[in-house]
């Protein structure tokens, strides 16, 4: 019986550990052909090995699968170029771009210092757009030729952006942008074939381990294995997805669509507020209004 992707082409960043690796299995499984991306750095952004992207690939094959890797920097946007050219040039096409790189610096906003702001935006949020918008390049020039295109993104936000979370005020910021840019991309996209989503996964990873979950597994069923998303990002990845600007958690065998801003309650005194008046309006709109989620880790 042939996979939900079988024969597509999948690009996977951060593709050598943790949620990554999970998803590049899951494709393979699935009878995608797999270029596997990942610097290999450490949690924080630190260092670098070909390593672990080469084991994963080594583990596709020897289950009978297609794959190559990669080691661009993401968030490099000659070497994004080169990573999409590298799977169009070994298989003659892409069809789905998986972005999930990205490392932790986290600390209280009040003490934060510029390059850890700086970098975090740098691989989560400029290392979503970079591959993308090459991506975006190749499908735009075969919807121009008169392909029917079939493209997938699927981005990797947080349920830090979707709600913050106390300690990781660059994170959260740049997660936030990332579900954003899900949306934009698929309104600016549609036209291409392109369908693009977002997942905020709930998952025992390097970059949670120890901080919010043990760092061992338990026995038995385990709700935080990463590999639990996988088959989400795996369906939105394939040509049976039939949504876009949407994003999705997912803990265990759990998922949910989350909505993003939306219109409160509308006060309209019909002319220019009074500066003195503007507090009573303010509260009316936010009683008439749903309550927000609370942020991660707040009193």
């Known amino acids: 019986m042939a996979g939900i992707v079988e024969g597509r082409v999948a690009v996977i960043t951060g593709a050598a550990r943790g949620l990554g690796r999970a998803h590049a299995l899951e494709f393979a499984a699935e009878g995608a052909r797999v270029l596997v991306n990942d610097l290999g750095v450490e949690r924080?952004?630190?260092?670098?090995?070909?390593?672990?992207?080469?084991?994963?690939?080594?583990?596709?094959?020897?289950?009978?699968?297609?794959?190559?890797?990669?080691?661009?920097?993401?968030a490099d946007w000659d070497q994004a170029e080169a990573m999409i050219a590298q799977a169009v040039d070994r298989w003659g096409r892409l069809d789905t771009l998986v972005c999930n790189a990205g490392f932790l610096r986290d600390r209280m906003l009040a003490t934060m210092g510029e390059s850890e702001w700086?970098?975090?935006?740098?691989?989560?949020?400029?290392g979503h757009f970079a591959p993308a918008r090459h991506a975006v390049a190749h499908w735009r020039d075969r919807a121009k030729a008169g392909e029917m295109v079939q493209g997938r993104v699927v981005n990797t936000s947080s349920g830090a952006g979707l709600m913050g979370s106390i300690g990781q005020g660059n994170y959260a910021a740049a997660k936030a942008g990332v579900a954003a840019l899900t949306i934009q991309q698929a309104a600016e996209w549609d036209r291409y074939g392109v369908m693009v989503n977002a997942i905020?996964?709930?998952?025992?990873?390097?970059?949670?381990?120890?901080?919010?979950?043990?760092?061992?597994?338990?026995?038995?069923?385990?709700?935080?294995?990463?590999a639990n998303a996988?088959?989400?990002?795996?369906?939105?990845?394939?040509?049976?997805?039939?949504?876009?600007?949407?994003?999705?958690?997912?803990?265990?065998?759990?998922?949910?669509?989350?909505?993003?801003?939306?219109?409160?309650?509308?006060?309209?005194?019909?002319?220019?507020?009074?500066?003195?008046?503007v507090g009573d309006a303010v509260r009316a709109s936010i009683a008439g209004s749903p309550d927000p989620a609370p942020v991660y880790g707040a009193r």
């Open 44 to 74: 924080d952004g630190s260092g670098g090995a070909s390593a672990p992207a080469q084991e994963v690939v080594a583990e596709i094959r020897a289950r009978g699968g297609d794959a190559e890797a990669n080691a661009a920097d993401v």
């Open 118 to 126: 700086d970098a975090i935006m740098r691989v989560h949020l400029k």
């Open 200 to 226: 905020a996964p709930d998952a025992r990873t390097r970059m949670t381990a120890g901080i919010m979950y043990t760092e061992e597994a338990p026995e038995g069923w385990d709700e935080k294995d990463p």
């Open 230 to 277: 996988s088959p989400l990002v795996v369906w939105l990845g394939s040509e049976a997805c039939d949504v876009t600007g949407r994003v999705f958690e997912i803990a265990g065998g759990a998922l949910n669509v989350c909505d993003g801003w939306q219109h409160g309650r509308v006060v309209d005194a019909g002319r220019k507020f009074a500066a003195g008046e």
